[in-house]
């Protein structure tokens, strides 16, 4: 909040009109009565002069609190928005999922419920599926898109971090179609086959215990860095550093791979990083600049 810019501007340009017409008006009135009168009239005018400019003061500090809460709470609503944006991408991602999951031909299992590839899938069910993963799939990018340019609600840093996260997860989901617009999925009369060269869907559909690719294929090194990424408990900024090497890592992998129970860990990241720029910073005086806010 700036004292000379609207909507302070008009109760800081009174307060100074008034406390200097008061000096003024004192030292004319010192300047032509005699010492008794003088003594009164001063006292009269110290008085007037405190009380104007204190309650002057007392204005602007209640207006310019008045005027920080309203905007503290637009912005708390704008960085909700945001969250509830991502959450409900995801949210739309794994409905998707769980009804390809709900459609799968049923084969046999071992008593540990694992499920071998292929995966085998109604074709309308699948074609369905796939038209929702696509939206959903768009909709995270635009999220994505949406939270990285809010400049106004979040520090450079965050968004930084945000970027990543939510580059990650959209891109997964842009691997996971992929198999997809590549023909890489094998279709039948009346299913459509999920295989070991499907390894987005596969992986998409898979559970982290199964046996069989999807279960993650990474090395030690990547295992111990999602450890450190899926501590909810932890800062995000450490969370972060630990998404930063299995990107690293993966740049030196000839396949890329990006991976489901990865992907999901960022967008909680994301989520999670997001909200904490809800904390108010209440020791910030009145006066403070707009951009103090961001955390």
Known sequence: MRLLEPPMRFWTIATIVASVSCLVLLIAILGVADPALGNEVLKILVQFLLVTVAGGIFLIFINARRDEDRKDDAREAEVRTLVEQIRSAYRKLEIVKRRLRSQMAVQERGRDRTRDLPYRIPTKAFEAAMEELLAAQIESEQVRDRVISRQDLLSQERIERLRMALNYAAGYFADVYEDVEDCVVARTDEYYEVTADCRGLADFLG???????????????????????KQDDLPPPLRHEALCRIEAMRAFDPDR???????????????????????????????????AWLD
């Open 257 to 291: 791979l990006r991976f489901r129970l990865i992907a999901t860990q960022c967008i909680s990241l994301a989520s999670t990083d997001i909200h904490l720029a809800l904390l108010r910073r209440r020791w910030l005086t009145p006066f403070a600049r707009h951009d």
């Open 207 to 229: 559970r982290a215990h199964w046996r069989q690719p999807p279960a993650p294929p990474w090395p030690a090194a990547v295992q111990a860095q999602y450890e450190i990424l």
